[in-house]
């Protein structure tokens, strides 16, 4: 099997995890940067599952849009993903797909609370 770049997911020489010092010193940095931040993701989802949750209860549709918007957002700003996706991947792919992910999250949010 062949191995591949942990930052920019290309093919690296066998049993190498990066393909340069540049990837290994921009996966460190970033990695460590997630460590720290992963707190304020784990806040922001929080947050925007507390407010849809009341919303789906107290049926009000931007309460509920707006909760979505905040977990979107919250992804978008910051795209953690498992480690699986960062090792199937890469993690500069991981991040886009992260990021994708928040705006459609954000997109249903917008359709959910101002668009039905
Ligand atoms: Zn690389």
Known sequence: MKSKCRYCGKETEKGKDFCCDKCRETFEAKTEKDNKRIKFFG???AIGAAIMFFGALMS???ATGAGIIIMG???I??????P???G??????AEIAGRLLGV???LVG????FLR
């Open 110 to 113: 917008v359709w959910a609370g």
């Open 73 to 75: 957002i919250t992804i």
């Open 104 to 106: 459609l999250l954000a």
């Open 84 to 86: 699986e996706t960062i």
């Open 77 to 82: 700003i910051l795209p953690y993903t498992t």
């Open 60 to 62: 009000k549709n931007i």
């Open 43 to 45: 806040i922001g989802l």
């Open 88 to 93: 199937m991947l890469g993690y500069k792919k």
